[in-house]
């Protein structure tokens, strides 16, 4: 079988969705399948090979100058394809060029509108591509900001045409609220034109169908899967070091930092040598954030430190390693939670808020504790329960047989082919 994932690209940075396609692609592979993942706006970023073509499809600098310079959107393919070069989008992605949906709204509603909007020649070239040269059985789409395309690719391609739905109301929540309907409502009516869509949990399944309108009889739950390769974390035996606490994921208000650190100056209360240790993605946008969520920790600010974004798997291995407990309070109801994975992958427990995909994930692997929501002392309690050795030992255990039994890349791609079939019987 021949599957085109069209994913999307994250401006730079370790994207948590694009990461996630990428490892998909490959268990599909790894699976006797061809997969073409194609990347759209920017080159993916992953720290593991990439399994996305080199091409670049609806270039982020062409799509800006499309939206922006009148006339753009008019010029021969001959003179503007240069621009989609995947090193030139990645030195503009580096210039600090925003990705903040506060600041996309405009851009996000003329994307959407596909055909009908300034884009309908970087849409043409996709469909055409997909349709004329790759001829796959089935077409994916990662993210249901693409769907402007769908419509003229569906009068070339008659395979199945899905869409992984996996975050796309956080992006839209964010949009300034005079976009943010219009943007909703352009996406509600043309995703009815997909044949299906595919979430990572029962949770989300409910959630989105009702968010964006969309028959929820449509929806089909693929499992999260993470390659264990070079996860070499092991629950561990030794007990004699002060009790770290880790986050790792974006650093954003959405990702709950800012919970994570009252918890953070709650615990020490009771543990006066805890200490946290913070990974992720900083955009620039955030730095401010960063520092006031860091300076409200007062005196215990020298038990806080803040390592950066990790540049390789390896590097980030030996982050969760270095680990007691990792927690990620986000504010938002997380869809997929990969970070959670990777923690019980190398035998860290994890401490999360009882919503989002977090209670399905806990209740399959038995890897951690679920606090209530936003609530800096719930989430204290929970961190001073896992450190505890024997509790914390037999949570990290179960965590690490389970995700590997639950969450494998074979689990994840045997699931895709079986929905995958349904559609093209």
Same mark, same amino acid.
């Given at each position: =079988?021949?599957?085109?994932?069209?994913?999307?690209?994250?401006?730079?940075?370790?994207?948590?969705?694009? =990461?996630?396609?990428?490892?998909?692609?490959?268990?599909?592979?790894?699976?006797?399948?061809?997969?073409?993942?194609?990347?759209?706006?920017?080159?993916?970023?992953?720290?593991?090979?990439?399994?996305?073509?080199?091409?670049?499809?609806?270039?982020?600098?062409?799509?800006?100058?499309?939206?922006?310079?009148?006339?753009?959107?008019?010029? @021969?393919?001959?003179?503007?394809?240069?621009?989609?070069?995947?090193?030139?989008?990645?030195?503009?992605?580096?210039?600090?060029?925003?990705?903040?949906?506060?600041?996309?709204?405009?851009?996000?509603?003329?994307?959407?509108?596909?055909?009908?909007?300034?884009?309908?020649?970087?849409?043409?070239?996709?469909?055409? /591509?997909?349709?004329?040269?790759?001829?796959?059985?089935?077409?994916?789409?990662?993210?249901?900001?693409?769907?402007?395309?769908?419509?003229?690719?569906?009068?070339?391609?008659?395979?199945?045409?899905?869409?992984?739905?996996?975050?796309?109301?956080?992006?839209?929540?964010?949009?300034?609220?005079? /976009?943010?309907?219009?943007?909703?409502?352009? #996406?509600?009516?043309?995703?009815?034109?997909?044949?299906?869509?595919?979430?990572?949990?029962?949770?989300?399944?409910?959630?989105?169908?009702?968010?964006?309108?969309? @028959?929820?009889?449509?929806?089909?739950?693929?499992?999260?899967?993470?390659?264990?390769?070079?996860?070499?974390?092991?629950?561990?035996?030794?007990?004699?070091?002060?009790?770290?606490?880790?986050?790792?994921?974006?650093?954003?208000?959405?990702?709950?930092?800012?919970?994570?650190?009252?918890?953070?100056?709650?615990?020490?209360?009771?543990?006066?040598?805890?200490?946290?240790? #913070?990974?992720?993605?900083?955009?620039?946008?955030?730095?401010?954030?960063?520092?006031?969520?860091?300076?409200?920790?007062?005196?215990?600010?020298?038990?806080?430190? /803040?390592?950066?974004? @990790?540049?390789?798997?390896?590097?980030?291995?030996?982050?969760?390693?270095?680990?007691?407990?990792?927690?990620?309070?986000?504010?938002?109801?997380?869809?997929?939670?990969?970070?959670?994975?990777?923690?019980?992958?190398?035998? #860290?427990?994890?401490?999360?808020?009882?919503?989002?995909?977090?209670?399905?994930?806990?209740?399959?692997?038995?890897?951690?504790?679920?606090?209530?929501?936003?609530?800096?002392?719930?989430?204290?309690?929970?961190?001073?329960?896992?450190?505890?050795?024997?509790?914390?030992?037999?949570?990290?255990?179960?965590?690490?047989?389970?995700?590997?039994?639950?969450?494998?890349?074979?689990?994840?791609?045997?699931?895709?082919?079986?929905?995958?079939?349904?559609?093209?019987?």
């Amino acid at each position: =079988m021949h599957i085109a994932i069209v994913t999307a690209g994250g401006a730079g940075m370790f994207c948590g969705s694009c =990461m996630h396609d990428n490892t998909w692609a490959r268990s599909l592979m790894q699976a006797g399948h061809e997969v073409s993942l194609i990347p759209t706006y920017t080159p993916i970023r992953v720290d593991d090979h990439n399994e996305s073509q080199e091409k670049v499809f609806f270039g982020g600098i062409n799509v800006f100058l499309n939206e922006k310079v009148p006339g753009w959107r008019f010029l @021969p393919r001959a003179m503007t394809r240069w621009l989609d070069r995947p090193s030139l989008i990645q030195w503009a992605t580096s210039r600090s060029v925003s990705n903040n949906a506060e600041d996309l709204g405009p851009l996000t509603i003329s994307m959407v509108k596909g055909e009908s909007g300034p884009h309908h020649a970087a849409i043409r070239e996709l469909d055409e /591509y997909i349709s004329d040269h790759l001829k796959p059985d089935v077409v994916i789409f990662s993210n249901a900001l693409l769907v402007g395309a769908v419509r003229e690719l569906k009068k070339r391609f008659s395979g199945p045409v899905l869409c992984v739905l996996q975050g796309d109301d956080v992006f839209l929540d964010g949009l300034k609220p005079n /976009y943010r309907e219009t943007v909703i409502d352009l #996406i509600s009516e043309r995703a009815q034109e997909f044949d299906g869509f595919l979430v990572h949990s029962h949770f989300y399944k409910e959630y989105i169908s009702n968010y964006l309108n969309l @028959p929820v009889e449509k929806f089909s739950v693929i499992p999260l899967g993470i390659d264990f390769t070079g996860h070499d974390g092991k629950p561990k035996l030794d007990e004699d070091k002060a009790f770290t606490v880790g986050y790792f994921a974006r650093i954003a208000p959405e990702k709950g930092l800012h919970h994570l650190v009252n918890g953070f100056v709650e615990l020490r209360k009771q543990l006066p040598n805890a200490t946290l240790r #913070i990974g992720g993605y900083l955009g620039p946008q955030f730095q401010n954030y960063l520092d006031e969520t860091l300076a409200s920790a007062q005196q215990h600010q020298s038990a806080i430190e /803040y390592i950066g974004s @990790p540049a390789t798997q390896c590097e980030k291995v030996e982050f969760l390693k270095s680990l007691d407990v990792l927690s990620v309070p986000t504010e938002f109801l997380e869809p997929k939670g990969l970070y959670v994975l990777e923690a019980m992958a190398n035998g #860290i427990p994890v401490v999360q808020p009882s919503h989002g995909s977090f209670p399905e994930i806990i209740s399959s692997t038995g890897g951690g504790l679920l606090v209530e929501p936003k609530n800096p002392a719930a989430l204290a309690s929970g961190l001073l329960a896992l450190s505890d050795y024997q509790q914390r030992h037999e949570l990290a255990q179960i965590g690490w047989e389970k995700v590997r039994e639950f969450y494998s890349p074979e689990a994840m791609s045997a699931e895709t082919i079986r929905v995958i079939n349904s559609f093209l019987q």
